[in-house]
């Protein structure tokens, strides 16, 4: 039997077994929602904005390990769509993102709603493709999640023109695919892995550096295996966090900018580094020449060579899945009689004991005004460590790495490389969808919620009961910071004014409403709002205004010239 | 340092503008790009001549293999190569300047492929550098227009870009 463009799409939707679209109609894409209506495998979760559809399919990706589907119409829809599709792409999160596109005929005209999405789109997604022919649809959706999901995961565009939507073709969809100019990696050379046990085992000051990559790869049994047998200190960037248990003695916290003493100075001073899926960004190595000076021998296992030496030189780069290689690197060092050196490795975590003796994250708690570190932390023991947390952007975010130990992977969903101020809601959502059963919650600040402050709506629809953490400080609170530190106090434009009752706000779109403003009750509002296991509550904590996030590097510098909070 | 990359990639629209938009996002040096279609019309293959520390150049080779319509990548100078590239110079030709350009184009094997009144039309195929030279060897103010195309470059003997 033949079917439209549009009815292909979806059957490929549901072949790939999607569950959610999350999306917004228009006239480029009425074809695709007529045949969205005529099923019933796939939901579709209508959003308030083009750019929470894809955060909330980002979210939705980040918490599972499946590909998140947003579709969107042309023109403005597409446009609003971008830093959705950034901020996924920085972050290498596998996205379909289906976009209409007007008539074949009228592309290159100025038409109505016309833009040039695979242009616009172009740097910031994995690939992108434009459907020109009816029979090319399901060939085309077939690659686009296998390209979204393999190698290093990133998003992936369909654009499909109004016409090719509505013509008529066979369905057939292809059980596999290849792409002639495209194999990734997956287990390393073996060599090379053996190379890196043999510096792993003869390591004096060793340092495990494990990002995102471990998290993407679902590799954080066997990074758990390999620290805990090796006896390593092992530190997670803020997209790695869950990666390695938080909790665990062996963990040392979030290296860079905002990462603790021990896991900077340890970077710094290590004499074996294991870099495993992560990208040496600047807010984790500081100053490159700083860095530098110390001499290290680095390993570093990553599935896109263009990671490998990009920033820093490495000895032994490893191209692979983090899963596969650290596989192969267990079975070397399990076959391997020698261990690393327990004086040498003692020794080691002395140094490491004492700086982190220096208790970094210390912070002073107030009994009149509420402490941002405080919130967190309550929130941690609220939830018992075992929420999803998403998070917006600025000191709340940083705050919440900080303060909430995160022992698996999956349940610590931030926007890192593009730094998202919006993400948080939309992400929560995905997370939720994805998640029913499970407690979610966005931590957020007054600037950042006020960015897609609309999707609450969708979260009524929906019924999605997230828990909205605000820690208002009536500033966009992290450039207030920067402002104070290098910019000589003078706070320009960073004073959120006029800002609304977000506890009638909240009422207004049908939800719970709470404003916390003394430290003792914080903890009895958590309780209480986590109790509601089927309400959207959103907890408005006033807290202190003047708050900083530390420790800080500051930009430019290295790694050991930080800045600590007792030293203010 | 100067490099020649060869590539071969998909013979797509937009494969052109991906990676000419790699090198303008990333900031890499382009000297010159070329690009047609091989004896596979699947194919095409493209010369860039380009320029950078080896640190950049091996970024550029690693960021070309990573767009998705690019199917393999060579750095010719990491080995024996042929370079070529083709320019067409219109000049101004009279009276005894009739004579003289078109002897100096016989030195540089030019040929002269269309003449009016008042110019010679030169085709010359060289390397980058010798095409430079006859430039520098004629009275610049004589020049009316010269197209070039870009380096385009093979490696010698037996080494092949291929499948
Ligand atoms: C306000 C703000 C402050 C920040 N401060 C900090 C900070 O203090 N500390 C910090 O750590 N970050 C911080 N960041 C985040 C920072 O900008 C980067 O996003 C982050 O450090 C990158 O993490 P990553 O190196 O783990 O790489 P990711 O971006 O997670 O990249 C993953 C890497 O793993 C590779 N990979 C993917 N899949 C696989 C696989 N299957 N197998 C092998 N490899 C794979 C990829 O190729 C890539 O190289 C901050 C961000 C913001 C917005
Ligand atoms: C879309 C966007 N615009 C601007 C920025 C720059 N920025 C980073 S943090 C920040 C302040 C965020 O304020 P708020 O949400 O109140 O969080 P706080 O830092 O106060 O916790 C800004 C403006 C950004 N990251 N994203
Ligand atoms: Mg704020």
């Given at each position: 039997m033949e079917l439209t463009g549009a009815e292909i799409a979806i059957r490929c939707l549901q072949e790939e077994g999607v569950e959610y679209v999350f999306g917004y109609p228009g006239g480029a894409v009425l074809f695709i929602y007529d045949a969205l209506f005529n099923q019933d495998k796939i939901k579709h979760i209508l959003v308030r904005h083009e750019q929470a559809a894809v955060h909330a399919a980002d979210g939705y990706a980040r918490s599972t390990d499946r590909v998140g589907v947003a579709l969107v119409t042309s023109g403005p829809g597409v446009t609003n769509a971008v830093t959705g599709i950034a901020t996924a792409y920085m972050d290498s999160i596998p996205l379909v993102i289906i976009s209409g596109q007007v008539p074949t005929r009228a592309i290159g005209e100025d038409a109505f709603q016309e833009v040039d999405a695979v242009g616009i789109t172009r740097p910031c997604v994995k690939h992108n493709f434009l459907v020109k022919d009816v029979k090319e649809i399901a060939n085309t959706i077939k690659k686009a999640f296998?390209?979204?999901?393999?190698?290093?995961?990133?998003?992936?565009?369909?654009?499909?023109?109004?016409?090719?939507?509505?013509q008529k073709t066979e369905f057939h969809y292809p059980a596999t695919v290849s792409v002639r100019s495209y194999h990734p990696a997956q287990h390393g050379e073996v060599g090379l892995v053996k190379q890196a046990a043999q510096l792993l085992l003869g390591a004096r000051r060793p340092m495990v550096y494990a990002g995102g990559g471990v998290v993407l790869s679902d590799a954080s049994k066997q990074l758990t295996e390999l620290v805990?047998?090796?006896?390593?200190?092992?530190?997670?960037?803020?997209?790695?966090?869950?990666?390695?248990?938080?909790?665990?003695?062996?963990?040392?916290?979030?290296?860079?900018?905002?990462?603790?003493?021990?896991?900077?100075?340890?970077?710094?001073?290590?004499?074996?580094?294991?870099?495993?899926?992560?990208?040496?960004?600047?807010?984790?190595?500081?100053?490159?020449?700083?860095?530098?000076?110390?001499?290290?021998?680095?390993?570093?296992?990553?599935?896109?060579?263009?990671?490998?030496?990009?920033?820093?030189?490495?000895d032994v780069p490893i191209v692979g899945d983090v899963a596969h290689v650290l596989g192969d690197l267990l079975a070397v060092l399990h076959g391997s009689k020698q261990k690393p050196e327990p004086q040498a490795l003692a020794a080691w975590w002395a140094q490491i004991e004492e700086w982190r003796g220096k208790r970094c994250l210390g912070y002073k708690n107030s009994d009149e005004i509420i402490k941002p570190q405080f919130v967190i932390e309550k929130l941690y023991e609220v939830t018992r460590g075992d929420a999803f947390i998403t998070s917006d952007v600025g000191q709340h975010q940083m705050w919440t790495a900080q303060y909430y130990k995160f022992d698996q992977p999956r349940r610590w969903i931030n926007s890192g490389g593009l730094g998202t101020m919006g993400?948080?809601?939309?992400?929560?959502?995905?997370?939720?969808?994805?998640?029913?059963?499970?407690?979610?919650?966005?931590?957020?600040?007054?600037?950042?919620?006020?960015?897609?402050?609309?999707?609450?709506?969708?979260?009524?629809?929906?019924?999605?009961?997230?828990?909205?953490?605000?820690?208002?400080?009536?500033?966009?609170?992290?450039?207030?910071?920067?402002?104070?530190?290098?910019?000589?106090?003078?706070?320009?434009?960073?004073?959120?004014?006029?800002?609304?009752?977000?506890?009638?706000?909240?009422?207004?779109?049908?939800?719970?409403?709470?404003?916390?403003?003394?430290?003792?009750?914080?903890?009895?509002?958590?309780?209480?709002?986590?109790?509601?296991?089927?309400?959207?509550?959103?907890?408005?904590?006033?807290?202190?205004?003047?708050?900083?996030?530390?420790?800080?590097?500051?930009?430019?510098?290295?790694?050991?010239?930080?800045?600590?909070?007792?030293?203010? | 340092m100067r490099h020649i990359i060869s590539l071969l990639m998909e013979n797509e629209a937009g494969a052109l503008s991906r990676v000419a938009g790699l090198f303008s996002a990333r900031g890499y040096n382009i000297e010159s790009l070329s690009v047609a279609p091989t004896e596979d019309a699947t194919l095409s293959r493209m010369t860039i001549v380009t320029s950078g520390s080896d640190d950049v150049i091996e970024q550029i080779i690693k960021q070309l293999n990573k767009l998705i319509e690019v199917v393999t990548v060579m750095d010719l100078s990491e080995g024996e190569h042929i370079e070529r590239e083709l320019m067409l110079v219109?000049?101004?030709?009279?009276?005894?300047?009739?004579?003289?350009?078109?002897?100096?184009?016989?030195?540089?094997?030019?040929?002269?492929?269309?003449?009016?009144?008042?110019?010679?039309?030169?085709?010359?195929?060289?390397?980058?550098?010798?095409?430079?030279?006859?430039?520098?060897?004629?009275?610049?103010?004589?020049?009316?227009?010269?197209?070039?195309?870009?380096?385009?470059?093979?490696?010698?003997?037996?080494?092949?870009?291929?499948?």
């Open positions: 296998y390209l979204a999901r393999s190698g290093r995961p990133g998003p992936v565009l369909v654009d499909i023109p109004k016409d090719v939507s509505n805990r047998l090796l006896g390593f200190p092992c530190t997670n960037t803020l997209m790695g966090l869950g990666g390695y248990p938080a909790t665990d003695k062996q963990s040392l916290g979030m290296p860079g900018m905002h990462g603790t003493l021990e896991a900077n100075m340890a970077m710094q001073h290590c004499d074996v580094l294991l870099a495993v899926g992560a990208r040496f960004d600047d807010r984790v190595i500081g100053n490159v020449e700083h860095f530098n000076r110390e001499k290290r021998n680095i390993i570093h296992i990553d599935i896109d060579p263009s990671s490998i030496s990009k920033r820093v030189k490495v993400f948080g809601m939309p992400a929560a959502m995905g997370v939720q969808m994805a998640h029913p059963d499970a407690t979610v919650a966005c931590v957020t600040g007054e600037g950042s919620i006020q960015m897609n402050i609309q999707e609450l709506s969708t979260c009524k629809q929906f019924r999605l009961p997230l828990k909205i953490v605000l820690l208002n400080n009536r500033y966009l609170g992290m450039v207030r910071q920067w402002q104070e530190f290098f910019h000589g106090n003078r706070y320009s434009e960073s004073y959120m004014e006029a800002l609304p009752d977000f506890v009638k706000l909240a009422e207004a779109y049908g939800h719970v409403g709470m404003r916390i403003d003394k430290p003792s009750d914080v903890e009895p509002a958590l309780k209480e709002a986590f109790a509601r296991k089927h309400d959207l509550v959103f907890m408005d904590f006033r807290t202190d205004q003047t708050e900083n996030v530390f420790p800080m590097v500051p930009g430019g510098k290295g790694l050991s010239e930080v800045i600590l909070a007792e030293e203010l | 219109k000049v101004r030709a009279v009276g005894e300047m009739r004579e003289e350009m078109a002897r100096i184009a016989g030195i540089f094997h030019g040929r002269i492929i269309d003449v009016s009144d008042k110019t010679y039309t030169i085709e010359l195929t060289d390397t980058v550098s010798g095409l430079d030279s006859f430039l520098q060897a004629i009275d610049r103010s004589l020049i009316l227009e010269t197209v070039r195309t870009g380096a385009s470059g093979i490696g010698r003997g037996d080494r092949v870009l291929k499948l």
